[in-house]
């Protein structure tokens, strides 16, 4: 999507040095760094300490990866050294496992010599799929708003609310969540969004840079204001992405959706997730027992990033020494889920639901 008015997507590989470049979201949305990714340690730090993040792109930086360390070394051991690395970094979203579990598959039964140019293909393969999901969740979900937009006066906006940053930023193009958005204000289709703020890391802070960039009219607001929108019909739609989402449609995604979905069904606002296919987890159906969460540092609490006056820093908002708890996801129930947006479809947040969708994965 657009920064300046200029294409870019997440993650790229140059195409004359070929290295792999990423924009480093820590900076964003104060400054746009754009960062090289070289060695199987730049992987690991970058996806664990949050320079790349977002389900969908965590996925394609495991495979970027994998073919950076299949270039140094393309051994069984190499590869699963590399694999047990990435696969350690952060433990909710299944596309990081899944995306590593597509390049062993690839590439083990290949020989070495042909391993390093293969998993190469593969981590352009797995973008360019992310992109196309991203593209098809966004022309599913414009249906939806079209048809909001059509039970109202023309010129008053579908207001949406989203949680965290499920956009381009957080996959390799368009977004999940946001994608529907995108397509719905290139349709010409009048929106508002209001962004959450999502403590602690402020992720709503990207979603706001990313609608802006595009044009999108929109609000950011703290992550507890939701409920009152929703109470006083301020809210059509809510659209949230996902991490991890059991096969019978149990949502896990960053803390504070479950609530959000809580005040919407008590509300009667419909409540969609955007999901990519690879974001299912077949082999789970209890979402609340079964998915680990992340358990992030205290520090991302009591300590605020932001803009100082010295440029980009943490401020301290807590007594020092205050303990910090910092669960980073949480799971909605799919009773609570009105439906959930996938590129080949729209389904109920079910078992059933998600098996017409994806027959050959239940088979
Ligand atoms: O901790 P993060 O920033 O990686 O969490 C991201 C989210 O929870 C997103 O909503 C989710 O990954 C869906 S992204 C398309």
Not at 156 to 164: D, G, I, K, N, Q
Not at 294 to 302: C, L, V, W
Not at 311 to 337: E, K, Y
Request: glycine share 10%; hydrophobic share 40%.
């Amino acid at each position: 999507m657009k920064v300046g008015g200029m294409h870019h997507r997440s993650i790229w590989r140059d195409e004359d040095s070929g290295e792999v470049r990423i924009i480093d979201q820590r900076r964003l949305p104060h400054e746009f760094k754009v960062m090289t990714l070289s060695s199987l340690e730049d992987f690991e730090v970058a996806i664990r300490d949050m320079l790349v993040r977002g389900a969908p792109l965590i996925g394609a930086t495991a495979a970027f990866g994998v073919a950076e360390a299949m270039e140094r070394d393309p051994s069984d051991a190499n590869f699963e050294h590399c694999r047990a690395v990435l696969n350690a970094t952060r433990p909710t979203a299944v596309n990081l496992a899944w995306a590593l579990e597509r390049c062993r598959t690839a590439l083990m039964p290949l020989p070495p010599e042909e391993r390093a140019g293969a998993a190469r293909d593969l981590a352009r393969e797995v973008s360019e799929e992310d992109v196309e999901i991203n593209r098809r969740i966004g022309e599913n979900g414009l249906e939806l708003i079209r048809e909001i937009a059509a039970g109202k006066p023309a010129d008053e906006p579908v207001r949406l609310l989203t949680h965290c940053n499920a956009g381009w930023l957080a996959t390799v193009d368009w977004g999940t969540a946001t994608s529907p958005m995108y397509h719905a204000h290139d349709a010409g289709i009048p929106i508002h969004v209001w962004v959450d703020e999502t403590r602690p890391r402020n992720q709503g802070a990207l979603t706001s840079w990313e609608l802006g960039e595009h044009g999108i009219p929109h609000t950011y607001v703290v992550d507890s204001a939701g409920g009152h929108l929703m109470q006083h019909g301020l809210v059509d739609l809510v659209i949230t992405g996902t991490d991890r989402t059991t096969a019978r449609g149990d949502v896990c995604n960053k803390i504070g959706t479950y609530l959000k979905a809580l005040a919407a069904h008590d509300n009667d606002v419909p409540f969609y997730v955007a999901l990519p296919s690879p974001t299912i987890d077949w082999t789970l159906g209890d979402g609340v027992a079964e998915i680990p969460i992340e358990n992030r540092p205290a520090r991302e609490i009591t300590h605020v990033l932001g803009l100082t006056e010295d440029g980009i820093g943490d401020v301290q908002v807590t007594p020092g020494g205050t303990p910090g708890g910092n669960p980073a996801f949480d799971v909605t129930p799919n009773r609570l889920v009105t439906g959930l947006i996938t590129e080949r479809g729209v389904c109920d947040a079910s078992a059933s639901g998600l098996a017409g969708l994806f027959p050959e994965k239940v088979a």
